[in-house]
């Protein structure tokens, strides 16, 4: 059978889980499309043990040859997180983009070994609804234009829990037994986040039960002496953690255990999808909370004024892009020049107290830092003349004074 294009397919690279819907969408494929199948499977830092990944794909009858099972723990933090994390990003004001970073990460490899192994598609088990089809596929087009996606989901008749688990039985493929059950909401994780949603989250008003974190203790639980610790910057990344040294990996989880053990960084929001629906999630990003409040910081007294402000107006935008799946547009890219030119004095310490839930900034320190005692003192100083205000202060005020000289006229 051909593909969505009309090209007839011969082999197809498809990212695989492992679970239900990425196996049954492996031997759909196999059926439909009577083509070879490749399967992807990005070790994020989700913390599953992806073995059974394996074992499940060559008892569905794919060649070890064709397994791919990658670890990108380092490449996701170093590539992906950092150079966001630079920006200070959030969308929509709170969310830190656990799952939207990570969706362009995994084009990249998929579209890489499709190259490879010389495929001519790929494939991804997301649905029509949602944000991932489309962050996918942007990427997928914007590395590869010719290649070919299939999405299952836009083009099977399996469209509910039951069909997908008629269908599983019927081709003996593995069924987990938590699967038989209503799932009481799906989850995505990597190293810098998990994710909450649907079904027993999707009424608004209704508060998550707190036997459904996994990553951090509840504030209230958190211990009653706070934890202070001091996170390095080098070029506007974290580099060290307590004088230690890490690589960005272990750096992240560092800091995800030293947040979750402070039941720091729970977030419940309603989000607008790309797709045009709002949506509620549950997050926890325990570690990105720390990083983010600790990257400000040490660009609060490293940052020109000028510099540090275009950074806050464009930020929206940039969150925007990497929401939407827009990570290789050639507009991310140039605010991301743009963003890592500021960086290259954002070099320095910044102290934390992580308590119950918060992180505060308690001390900061650089040898590049703008902030001068000898200009900020209220004490005698000899580097700042305080009558030279009265000369700014009136040339600003100027074009306020003549609009109301204006106004008086015509009243």
Request: charged share 25%; with cysteine.
């Amino acid at each position: 059978m051909s593909g969505a294009s009309g090209k007839q397919i011969k082999k197809v690279v498809l990212a695989y889980s492992g679970g239900l819907d990425t196996s049954v969408i492996l031997k759909w494929l196999q059926e439909t499309y009577s083509c070879e199948v490749v399967t992807f499977t990005a070790d994020l830092g989700q913390g599953e043990e992806l073995e059974p990944a394996r074992k499940k794909a060559e008892l569905l009858g794919i060649k070890p040859e064709n397994i791919f099972i990658d670890d990108l723990r380092e490449e996701f933090v170093r590539d992906f997180v950092f150079p966001m994390f630079r920006a200070n990003t959030l969308y929509e004001g709170t969310y830190l983009l656990g799952t939207s970073i990570a969706r362009p990460l995994i084009a990249k490899r998929q579209i890489e070994i499709a190259n490879m192994v010389g495929a001519d598609a790929v494939a991804h088990g997301a649905t029509g609804k949602g944000n991932d089809q489309v962050r996918f596929e942007l990427g997928y087009y914007a590395l590869r234009p010719d290649i070919t996606v299939i999405a299952p989901w836009r083009e099977w008749t399996l469209n509910s829990r039951t069909t997908l688990l008629d269908y599983a039985e019927k081709n003996q493929i593995p069924i987990a037994k938590d699967k038989r059950g209503e799932a009481p909401y799906s989850t995505d994780a990597n190293l810098l986040h998990i994710s909450y949603e649907g079904k027993a989250l999707e009424d608004p008003w209704v508060e998550p039960d707190e036997d459904m974190y996994t990553r951090s203790v509840a504030p209230e639980k958190a211990p009653d002496t706070p934890t202070y610790i001091e996170v390095e910057f080098k070029n506007g990344d974290a580099v060290a953690i307590d004088g230690k040294a890490l690589s960005p990996a272990a750096l992240l989880t560092e800091l995800n255990r030293l947040g979750g053990e402070n039941g720091i960084g729970r977030l419940d929001l309603v989000e607008n999808r790309y797709v045009g629906m709002k949506s509620r999630g549950v997050y926890e990003t325990p570690g990105g909370s720390i990083l983010l409040v600790a990257h400000r910081a040490m660009e609060s007294i490293t940052l020109d004024r000028g510099a540090a402000h275009l950074k806050d107006e464009l930020m929206p935008r940039y969150a925007e892009l990497i929401y939407c799946g827009y990570w290789w547009s050639p507009e991310r890219l140039a605010i991301q020049a743009l963003i890592d030119q500021t960086q290259s004095l954002v070099n320095g310490t910044v102290r934390l107290k992580l308590f119950k839930g918060n992180v505060t900034v308690v001390g900061r320190k650089s040898p590049n830092s703008l902030y001068r005692m000898d200009y900020v003192t209220f004490e005698q100083d000899s580097v700042y003349n305080q009558k030279d205000a009265e000369g700014f202060i009136k040339l600003n005020a100027l074009r306020l004074r003549l609009g109301s000289m204006a106004k008086q006229k015509i009243g």
